[in-house]
């Protein structure tokens, strides 16, 4: 738990304060995959109409197949875009719906990363973060809002989808800066990292501790 706070940690900016509060939150509260994470876009985080904001998990062409989300169809093609499968909750896409203190940092996190970039900065953004753009091949609103689409039109600084998480250069986040931010997290707090064999990833441990919360929390079914 007091992972989550990212407070007094060994990271230098604020950026990678609320980087790390934000992706522990989505995989410890949420359920969410290290690999669904990295692949949110700007396009997957959505308001309704009654305030409720959620976040869509779905496969894009752009995204690297080892980041898959699993429980979703798999995009071998853009043409792909245009399928009543990908198009279908549940099986195109999933819809987790956030808790109001994680809105909120994601929020701040897109005023702080994606907003008011000027020179080298919205250069870097503009080549290095890019992401398909699914709305623009589902031309029915209704079916936009039903898949849960934010219109990146309104909200990026070029129009276009971009990946949520980025790093301090402005490019989208990968894998391996993010465990290595990670790991630094962990051994400043103390906690045992496996060397040599693996017996549990890191990112895993968060998603383990959502199941072990809807079990003793929420009483929930161990094997659901």
């Known amino acids: 738990l007091k992972l989550r706070e990212a407070k007094g940690l060994p990271i230098s900016n604020k950026h990678n304060r609320l980087l790390a509060r934000c992706i522990i939150d989505l995989m410890f509260l949420h359920g969410l995959r290290i690999g669904e994470v990295l692949s949110l876009t700007l396009e997957d985080f959505y308001t309704d109409s009654d305030g409720q904001a959620c976040i869509s998990i779905r496969n894009r062409f752009s995204n690297p197949i080892y980041r898959n989300a699993k429980g979703c169809m798999s995009v071998q093609r853009i043409s792909d875009y245009h399928s009543r499968d990908y198009q279908k909750k549940d099986i195109g896409y999933q819809v987790v719906y ?9 929020m701040e996190y897109i005023s702080l990363m994606h907003d008011f970039l000027k020179g080298k900065a919205k250069r870097a953004y503009k080549s290095k973060s890019l992401a398909d753009t699914v709305s623009q091949y589902i031309k029915s609103d209704k079916v ?3 898949m849960k689409m934010t219109d990146v039109s309104q909200v990026s600084i070029d129009g276009k989808n971009h990946y949520l998480f980025l790093n301090s250069r402005y490019a989208a986040l990968t894998d391996s800066r993010w465990n290595q931010l990670l790991r630094q997290i962990f ?4 906690i ?8 549990f990833g890191l990112n895993h441990r968060f998603r383990h501790g959502y199941a072990v919360m809807l079990i003793h929390n929420l009483k929930m079914d161990a094997h659901v």
Do not use: A, F, P, T
């Open 187 to 190: 051994q400043y707090e103390h």
């Open 144 to 146: 936009q809002r039903e």
């Open 98 to 106: 956030l808790e109001k203190q994680v809105v909120q940092d994601i």
């Open 192 to 199: 045992g990292i496996d060397y040599g064999s693996r017996n």
